[in-house]
């Protein structure tokens, strides 16, 4: 039996998947995780960690890495992989097939269902060239449409059953504005996902708000050709924010503190990292309930400070962390 389940942060966004033969597998290494934040093996960026000398609150639990000796290593099972195949030359046909981790970073919520994530993805050549508000559209109706939930329960010989139930559901997007990221071009977006059965009975229902930050990286993923070629592909790097509407606003600041200590090692010399508004906030939806002009935040979190040299920042001071809180302060040591 097989199923799929509809879940916002890794619905398809934009990737073209043209399944084909011949095209070429590789697997690109993820990255590190320490106290001093994540750096990418593949992708030349970081995340510098915050004030507290951790990459997110004590609240914010690191996921798609596990604890083994002392070192963060990243998790492999199904659920955290992707497979990117990528038309170099826009002739239908595959010309590079890249295995990566389907997220650079993902952490959830140890208080209630908010998750935050951070990918790069690779563009194919009919993808390339689109406009953030385009790509954004392309997410958005990735998510909508039918999908199927799978229930897990005992039956009566104590094996377990799967159960199958199909869901429609609904996205919009509520609002979009024009930002930067350390001087490069981004699109930050507020959405909202509902249950299309559950709209019939409640109109104002809806089950998850996401705030999500496209940026256009300033940098391609290569890969070599014959002689002397290389396929270089342009590379998004997508950011979100998901929680119930009563959660939503209860980590958006923590997810925007994420976005502004992103690090880009080829961004222009003379900006520091930090988000910043270059244009109005676009609003097309009014949020249920809301009264007056639609509340769409600014981006509340001052810029980070940069790195003293290169991409790696000195360690800042950190306290002692409880035992089970991920990337605050140094690694603990192998029992």
């Not at 269902?113 to 406009?131: F, H, Q, V």
Request: proline residues 11%; glycine residues 8%.
């Amino acid at each position: 039996m097989s199923s799929s389940r509809v879940h916002l942060p890794v619905a398809l966004l934009v990737v073209a998947a043209i399944t084909t033969v011949g095209a070429c597998a590789s697997t690109l290494p993820l990255g590190t995780v320490t106290a001093r934040g994540f750096d990418h093996a593949s992708f030349p960026y970081r995340v510098m960690s915050g004030p507290g000398g951790a990459i997110m609150p004590a609240d914010w639990r690191l996921d798609n890495f596990h604890l083994t000796n002392g070192a963060y290593v990243p998790k492999t099972t199904a659920e955290y992989r992707s497979r990117y195949e990528l038309d170099h030359d826009d002739d239908g046909r595959a010309d590079d097939t890249v295995r990566a981790s389907r997220y650079d970073l993902r952490f959830t919520n140890r208080r209630y269902s908010g998750e935050i994530w951070l990918r790069t993805i690779p563009l194919g050549a009919a993808d390339a060239e689109l406009e953030l508000p385009v790509l954004l559209r392309r997410y958005v109706e990735g998510i909508a449409g039918s999908g199927f939930t799978v229930t897990q329960i005992s039956g009566p010989t104590g094996h377990v059953a799967l159960t199958v139930a199909e869901r429609r559901f609904a996205a919009r997007v509520l609002d979009y504005a024009p930002v930067t990221v350390q001087g490069v071009e981004a699109l930050v977006a507020t959405i909202e996902v509902a249950n299309v059965d559950q709209l019939q009975l409640d109109p104002n229902a809806r089950g998850e708000r996401a705030r999500l930050v496209f940026v256009r990286a300033p940098f391609t993923l290569d890969r070599p050709r014959r002689g002397v070629e290389v396929s270089r592909y342009r590379v998004l790097l997508a950011a979100g924010y998901v929680a119930s509407p009563a959660d939503y606003e209860r980590g958006r600041v923590d997810f925007e503190g994420l976005v502004s200590r992103v690090v880009f090692e080829q961004a222009p010399s003379h900006v520091s990292p930090g988000v910043v508004p270059t244009g109005p906030t676009t609003v097309l939806v009014q949020p249920p309930g809301a009264s007056g002009p639609a509340p769409i935040p600014g981006w509340d979190v001052p810029a980070a400070p940069p790195p003293n040299s290169g991409m790696m920042p000195p360690p800042s001071p950190v306290e002692p962390a409880p035992a089970e809180q991920p990337v605050v302060g140094p690694a603990p040591s192998a029992p």
